[in-house]
């Protein structure tokens, strides 16, 4: 099983579920369903959760399938 970019950058910077989403405005349970792959973020949200993560977009913008 794949794992998601999200929860990897969180987990090696030692951030909880809650730390992260607090810290990009949204719900725990919505930072759950994006790191389970269930909801893509906006490149708004994005921006936020690599502000919040402190990395640049780019380095979470790769599990964000786009149709690109």
Known sequence: MRVNRFK?????K????????RAAGIAEGYMSRIETGR?????????RLAAALDVPTESLDEDCDRGR
């Open 8 to 12: 990897l950058v969180r987990l090696e």
């Open 14 to 21: 030692g951030l909880r579920q809650l730390d992260v989403a």
């Open 39 to 47: 909801v893509i973020p906006s490149p708004e949200l994005l921006r």
